[in-house]
């Protein structure tokens, strides 16, 4: 068995392959004369897991082209985060519902694939090949559970997120709940954790992407305005697009931590452990 990675997939890939305790296989990633990529497996085998997350149209069409050089061969494909899942319906005429293009786009010569927290498990009916979704809420709580923070409160930003939640904060058998909106006038809004109390404690959210920013940077200025002790944010997917990760620090989190299915300096929790078993068995 081999491993190999989307360019900007090298980090987990090399993660998960010392976890399986077995060799990473070189690609060599070059472009042709009028741009196009090129890509080479130097050292191949009759088993291959590719690590590819699909964080932008290079990366997708990476493992589109590892796809088709593993041909012949019992292929996994991890997609550890899955672009384009987002728009998994038609919101309106005339648009494509680009989880399926991509889902079956990226099942061509995939024997089964794994992805991890995707945005809506639905989307794996799209695969052309069996299909697994992973979590890495036990990772999240054990990164939160190296903190040593005293009775923390776990929180999901909205009730879809909660049994997300739920799974990160029976870690540590740490109180949970989900952020709640109530409307108070046509342009003002208030959040606060439906059934407990934020004011003196340590908070916690958590969630399965962190896209913009946005909802994360709101709930935590609610919850400081409440009086929580302080704020931190942890999320499996660390996107911080449009300036997010920043909007997060001037909102006042301590801590903003996401994992290695995007690789970034806040990447201090590992996917590649859950990646590694779901692959040994
Ligand atoms: C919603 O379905 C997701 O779980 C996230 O809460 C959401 O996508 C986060 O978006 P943003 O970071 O842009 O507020």
Known sequence: MKVVYTEKSQVLAARTA?????????????KFPDGEQSIRIMDEDDQMIIIASTVDAESALQAILLLDACEGKETTLVLPYMGY????????????????????????????????????????????????????????????????????????????AWEFAKGVAAVGKWDCDHLDKTRLSGSEVTMAPKHLEAKGRDCIIVDDIIATGGSMAKAAGMLLEQGAASVR??????????????????????????????????SRITASVVIAEAVRK
């Open 18 to 30: 010392k976890k399986l305790g077995c060799p990473l296989s070189e690609v060599k990633y070059t």
């Open 233 to 266: 944010a942890a999320g499996v997917h660390g996107v911080f697009a449009s300036g997010g990760y920043i909007k997060l620090m001037q909102a006042g989190l301590l801590d903003i931590a996401s994992s290695d299915t995007i690789e970034r300096a806040s």
């Open 85 to 160: 899942a987002r728009q998994d319906k038609k919101f309106n005429d005339g648009e494509p519902v680009s989880a399926r293009a991509m889902a079956r786009a990226l099942s061509t010569g995939a024997d089964r694939i794994f992805t991890i927290n995707i945005h809506d498990t639905s989307i794996l009916e799209h695969f052309r090949c069996p299909a697994k979704n992973l979590t890495i809420a036990p990772e999240i709580g054990a990164y939160i559970n190296t903190m040593s923070l005293e009775n923390p409160l776990i929180l999901s930003p909205d009730e879809g």
